[in-house]
């Protein structure tokens, strides 16, 4: 699904990921944790291709595809998708349409027949029901005036209407009270299947409860400095990061 390759990238000149690789194969989640300035935001805005995020070296594909050479827009029709640590608003522009624009956009790249109107409500409306989102969220400006909880489970909706290859959640779980907690791992474990793959990047065991990785990775200084399976998430709760190369004593 996804391989990266010593991956090097810079931010205004400053180096942050210095040689990382990660291989994920279909179906698998992997855990992303480390400590804070590590580099695990900055992996995700380079897969997605932001702006000012420049890649010094390295590669990244997306089932074969070469993603570094995509625009952003071309990523995400590929099956790509950011959920961003702090999801942005657009004022004026409704949810709906903001959904429906995109739903369009990667289904018509996957050569999917369009969704009519009706069946796209349908399809939104269960979403709002699996993370326990009132139907009027579809209606306000995208994230306009929304909590935190309810920027997550927007987030979260927003994932099953797109049905991406691979996932990437970054700090999905950063402020959220425990039955939010619950409804984001829901939703991610709703779409878990053997064709879909997801990056989780969080602080905290807790939300590895939930969501069982298949690998947690430890990112130290723009690298992955240990992997293991879900019992290294006990360890570094445990030890903290410390005792790792180039984790912060
Ligand atoms: P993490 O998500 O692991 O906490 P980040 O990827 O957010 O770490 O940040 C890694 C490093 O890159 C930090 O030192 C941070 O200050 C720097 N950095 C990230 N984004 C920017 C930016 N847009 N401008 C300047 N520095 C940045
Ligand atoms: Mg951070
Ligand atoms: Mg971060």
Redesign the pocket.
């Known amino acids: 699904m996804l391989k990266i390759e010593n991956l090097q990238a810079s931010?205004?000149e400053?180096s942050?990921l210095k040689g990382l690789n990660l291989t994920i194969k279909p179906g698998e989640v992997h855990a992303i944790m480390?400590?804070?300035?590590?580099?695990?935001?900055?992996?995700g805005h380079v897969l997605a291709g932001r702006d000012?995020y420049e890649v010094t070296g390295g590669s990244a594909t997306l089932e074969g595809k070469n993603l570094l050479e995509l625009e952003c827009e071309e990523r995400a029709r590929e099956g790509l998708f950011l959920a961003f640590?702090y999801p942005v608003e657009i004022p004026g522009v409704s949810n709906m349409e903001f959904l429906k624009a995109s739903v369009d956009a990667v289904r018509a790249h996957r050569e999917l027949p369009a969704l009519d109107a009706v069946n796209f409500m349908k399809k939104a409306r269960e979403a709002c029901k699996a993370v326990n989102l009132d139907q009027q969220f579809l209606k306000r400006g995208v994230n306009e005036g929304f909590s935190g909880g309810e920027k997550k489970r927007n987030e979260i909706m927003q994932m099953m209407l797109l049905e991406p290859k691979l996932a990437i959640l970054?700090e999905t779980d950063s402020g959220l009270d425990i039955d939010a907690l619950q409804v984001v791992a829901n939703g991610v474990n709703a779409l878990r299947s053997p064709e879909r793959s997801f990056i989780v990047?969080t602080h905290y065991q807790r939300l590895l409860d939930y969501i069982v990785p298949d690998y947690v990775h430890v990112?130290a200084d723009g690298k992955i400095v240990k992997s293991g399976d879900k019992s290294l998430a006990l360890e570094l709760e445990e030890k903290g990061y410390g005792w790792l190369e180039g984790g912060a004593a």
Request: charged share 15%; no cysteine.
């Open positions: 931010v205004t400053k942050i480390g400590p804070n300035g590590a580099g695990k935001s900055t992996l000012g640590q970054d990047v990112l």
